[in-house]
């Protein structure tokens, strides 16, 4: 696509829910990143793929995240019996290669936890 | 440990006048910066960059200063528009065994008055 489109844009779900959120990169490249951001907070880094492999997941801050990608494309990022910290936005962002140079954002899911 | 440091959390300017918003870095390994923008409900967006081998990059009205001694950049914004208000972030990536990864701030806002 055009862009890196992420849905939903904006999820409200229970604590102790599961919630699946989705990112769709620009097509073509190869590295796709989730960050999020809490309230107040900056733009935590949580796991990089480059293909379908994750080499570095190293910001995922419990067991209970846990990310895909299949294809080399769409990416799914699973927060499993959510509590209220994890209320952030989760951005999602691709680049062709590595993105060491920069990458592409899109526009988050706003996820709220009540 | 925050390897990327945005000391300032706000900063208001008036309307034709100079913006700088000011990084700092503590990993020696960094050798590529940027800045991005952010919009309320937007993701953030690539502004400009700067390699370590130079010490000043300009596009326009932005300039990107880096000073490697004192692991320090800054973005000059001239002059500033109403437009500009957003939130601004940089990052940071280097040559490491996670060299495809960006390191953020904690983003400072910049509110530009009329």
């Known amino acids: 696509g055009a862009g890196v489109s992420q849905s939903p844009s904006n999820k409200v779900t229970e604590k102790g829910k599961d919630v699946e959120l989705r990112c769709d990169p620009i097509?073509?490249?190869?590295?796709l990143y989730w960050y999020r951001q809490s309230l107040g907070q900056g733009l935590e880094f949580l796991i990089y793929?480059?293909?379908?492999?994750?080499?570095?997941k190293s910001g995922l801050p419990s067991d209970r995240f846990s990310a895909e990608r299949t294809g080399g494309s769409v990416s799914t990022l699973t927060i499993q019996r959510t509590q209220q910290e994890d209320s952030a936005v989760y951005l999602c962002a691709s680049s062709l290669v590595g993105g060491r140079w920069g990458y592409t954002f899109g526009s988050g899911t706003r996820l709220t936890v009540v | 440990d925050q390897q990327v440091k945005q000391n300032s959390p706000s900063l208001s300017v008036q309307e034709g006048r100079i913006s700088i918003l000011n990084c700092d870095y503590t990993?020696?390994?960094?050798?590529?910066f940027l800045w991005y923008k952010k919009y309320p409900a937007e993701g953030p967006t690539f502004l400009i960059s700067i390699s370590s081998i130079k010490d000043k990059n300009e596009d326009g009205r932005f300039t990107v200063f880096l000073n490697k001694s004192a692991k320090h950049l800054s973005l000059h914004i001239v002059p500033s528009q109403p437009g500009d208000s957003a939130v601004y972030f940089c990052a940071a990536s280097g040559n490491t065994g996670t060299a495809s990864k960006l390191t953020f701030g904690t983003g400072t806002r910049l509110q530009v008055t009329l």
């Open positions: 793929f480059q293909g379908n492999s994750a080499p570095d």
């Open positions: 097509s073509g490249h190869t590295a």
């Open positions: 990993n020696s390994m960094f050798d590529y």
